[in-house]
């Protein structure tokens, strides 16, 4: 017989995997918005999940601390979590960065 693990702790219902909300390609624009503003919300949008998901983790972290939750598997994984978007979101950081440059080195 097979038993599945399955955590109903409300800690760990707040944890879900990392999932960027980042479509930069495809970014919808209409008549009133110029490509840079879009681009600019949608990075913004990135680095205001990665705060939120860092303050969960915070927080989690704390109440294990605290004894208020005795899940540890609920704060490794907010800890990956957390450990992801911050590397994803340096990631696009040095790109724009690295892009910027390459913009700046061009001759015209």
């Known amino acids: 017989m097979v038993t599945a693990l399955v955590n109903t702790s409300p800690a760990a219902a707040a944890i879900q995997p990392f999932a960027p909300n980042l479509n930069l390609i495809n970014v919808q624009q209409d008549e009133t918005s110029d490509p840079f503003s879009a681009f600019f919300n949608a990075a913004l949008n990135v680095v205001e999940d990665t705060n939120s998901i860092i303050t969960t983790f915070e927080q989690l972290q704390l109440d294990f ?28 950081t040095n790109r ?12 015209i």
């Open 65 to 92: 601390a605290t004894g208020k939750i005795d899940d540890i598997l609920a704060v490794q994984m907010a800890m990956d979590r957390a450990n992801n978007a911050v590397n994803f979101t340096s990631q696009v």
């Open 96 to 107: 724009i960065i690295e892009s910027y440059r390459e913009i700046m080195r061009m001759q």
